[in-house]
């Protein structure tokens, strides 16, 4: 009698990966298209073995949104680096632009942008722990900016603002028009939400406005 065959065990992907594919599932369907069972497909893993390490669909929603802020918070602290000789970083204003250009979604129904504004709407039932993860996304972006509006008054760029307040009101403004532009208002696009945060910071940083 010959021996019953050995069953095969597949290792789970890496948790980036499932991340990863979870972004590109919002990127390609929608919040709408990304369940368990899809997204259990796309990675050869049930279901089951999903809830197993998310235990829930609110914990992949706020895994995906940080590991998408881990990649993106790379990128910021690149563009923001303080300028050395020779290397070309640009000014304060300059890297300020450069982090409202980030800042800001790409486009109608942008995934990062789609994917934040489906956590922080779940956030109201949300536990301490998850209202914790959330805050520290918030404060990355703050104390990036802070830092860079500081630099920027005490090198005579920029007039002398409060940087901790400004930038609360900066993201603040911000925050408004990321969601006109995601959700697609008719008049908000990328463009001209660009263009209009470069009129305030005019009207309200520039020394002598």
């Known amino acids: 009698m010959p021996p019953a065959p050995r069953r095969t065990h597949h290792a789970a992907p890496p948790r980036d990966d499932v991340l990863a594919a979870a972004m590109a599932t919002i990127a390609e369907r929608g919040l709408d298209g990304l369940t368990m069972a899809g997204l ?8 089951g073995h999903l ?9 992949l929603l706020l895994r995906t949104l940080e590991w998408s802020e881990n990649r993106l918070g790379a990128e910021r602290r690149a563009l923001l680096a303080e300028p050395r000789s020779g290397s070309g970083a640009g000014s304060a204003r300059e890297r300020l632009d450069a982090y409202i250009g980030l ?8 995934p990062h942008w789609t994917l934040w504004l489906e956590v922080w709407g779940r956030s109201q039932n949300a536990d301490d722990d998850a209202r914790a993860r959330q805050a520290a996304i918030e404060g990355a972006w703050h104390r990036d900016l802070v830092a ?3 630099e920027g008054v005490s090198r005579g760029e920029f007039r002398p603002v409060d940087a901790d307040r400004y930038a609360a009101r900066l993201r603040a403004l911000l925050d408004g028009f990321s969601i006109h532009v995601t959700v697609g208002i008719p008049g908000t696009g990328r463009e001209q939400v660009v263009a209009q945060a470069a009129e305030f910071l005019d009207e309200t940083l520039t020394p002598g406005s």
Request: net charge neutral; glycine share 10%; no cysteine.
């Open 40 to 47: 259990g497909r796309d990675v050869g893993m049930s279901s």
């Open 51 to 59: 809830l197993y390490y998310f235990r829930t669909k609110d914990e």
């Open 103 to 110: 800042y800001l979604p790409a486009g109608h129904r942008d």
């Open 148 to 150: 860079l509006l500081a």
